[in-house]
């Protein structure tokens, strides 16, 4: 069965400050890795994806992620945090089976102090 | 107006009611899904549907239902709804995943249930 660890709850970081949140997860075959952004009272989002290829992704809001197959990890990072990243984080899995299953973390709370 | 939309947006009902939360989209997918939001959990596969005659069961089902009633429309039902069941829910979309499409969801807004 596969499955995404986030192993912190929450991630306090100061404005201006880089920020990083933890992903590790657990797949059979090839990892489709995805990360998800929720503010407050919103669906979440799209952030970005790994699929096959560079490492290191970028995506929105000057986000990026650096996958490691050796330490099953996909950590999401970003050079200098601002207040208005403040949300709940989510990494996901996907399998390549015919469903497409996807596997969610339960979420780290990021809060960006000014 | 958003992509996948989602009524009601808030609700509060009493147990052993019937409740059906709605969800439409206008992004063409044939893939719609609906999920559970509680604290710490993070999110749970309730129902999941590839196209209108393709319904499946997610990993939470019991004491839901589903009908797809078009391409567009996906709606989850609580046949008698019970407190445990107050949660955030989720509708989603997705394309099948292929070439540069590789099957990223799209969320809708979220329906609040309160069962008291």
């Known amino acids: 069965a596969q499955s995404v660890a986030q192993p912190e709850d929450q991630v306090n970081v100061a404005e201006g400050n880089p920020l990083t949140v933890k992903c590790t997860y657990s797949?059979?075959?090839?990892?489709?890795l995805f990360w998800y952004v929720q503010y407050p009272n919103r669906g979440l989002q799209f952030l970005l994806k790994y699929i096959t290829g560079d490492n290191l992704v970028k995506g929105s809001y000057g986000f990026e992620a650096e996958f490691n197959k050796s330490q099953t990890s996909f950590h999401l990072k970003k050079p200098s945090a601002l207040v208005s990243d403040s949300a709940l984080y989510f990494c996901?899995?996907?399998?390549?089976?015919?469903?497409?299953?996807?596997?969610f973390g339960t979420g780290t709370k990021l809060q960006v102090i000014p | 107006d958003a992509d996948v939309t989602q009524t009601p947006r808030n609700r509060i009902t009493k147990t052993g009611k019937r409740i059906m939360l709605e969800c439409s989209q206008t992004?063409?997918?044939?893939?719609m899904y609906w999920y559970r939001q509680d604290p710490g959990l993070g999110l749970q596969l309730i129902y999941y549907s590839f196209d209108v005659k393709d319904i499946n069961k997610g990993e939470i089902s019991d004491g839901y239902s589903v009908s797809r009633q078009a391409q567009a429309k996906f709606s989850l039902s609580l046949e008698s709804a019970i407190p445990n069941q107050t949660a955030l829910y989720f509708c989603?979309?997705?394309?099948?995943?292929?070439?540069?499409?590789?099957?990223?969801?799209?969320f809708g807004e979220g329906s609040r249930l309160t069962v008291l």
């Open positions: 989603a979309t997705s394309d099948p995943g292929q070439g540069p499409n590789t099957g990223e969801l799209f």
């Open positions: 996901a899995v996907r399998d390549e089976g015919g469903y497409q299953k996807v596997t």
């Open positions: 797949v059979s075959g090839n990892p489709y």
């Open positions: 992004k063409g997918h044939d893939r």
